[in-house]
């Protein structure tokens, strides 16, 4: 794991990364309408725990999968690594009301998203 962290660092693909604690040290939070649950971990389905996270900085999705294929598998029998991108400002647009033309932006997030 180091030498493919290393090696991301070096080709000034890697942002950030860390590993997460078990699911006994975590939290989840289950949204129904205004409702909202708080469900202590740990979690039995650990099949879908997500164990640690990169950020990585790539030019598309074709090189994002060719970065993950070359790490190695730190786990007897099968593991995964999901690739999602970052939400961009272009595809929220269509769920935030517009602000009034002329007005200032509501909320930092819109402001920070360059949202209008």
């Known amino acids: ?17 860390a590993g997460l604690k078990s699911s006994a040290h975590a939290k989840r939070i289950a949204f129904d309408g205004a409702s909202r649950t708080v469900i202590d971990g740990p979690f039995a389905e650990a099949r879908e725990l997500v164990a640690g996270f990169s950020i990585w900085e790539v030019k598309d999705m074709d090189e994002a999968v060719a970065w993950a294929a070359r790490f190695p598998n730190l786990v ?19 769920v935030l009301p517009p602000e009034p033309e002329g007005a200032a932006p509501r909320d930092p997030l819109r402001e920070k998203l360059g949202v209008a």
């Open 1 to 17: 794991m180091d030498r493919i962290t290393e090696e991301l660092v070096k080709a000034g693909i890697m942002v950030a990364g």
């Open 76 to 94: 007897p029998g099968r593991s995964e690594i999901e690739i999602r991108p970052f939400l961009e400002a272009a595809d929220l647009a269509g």
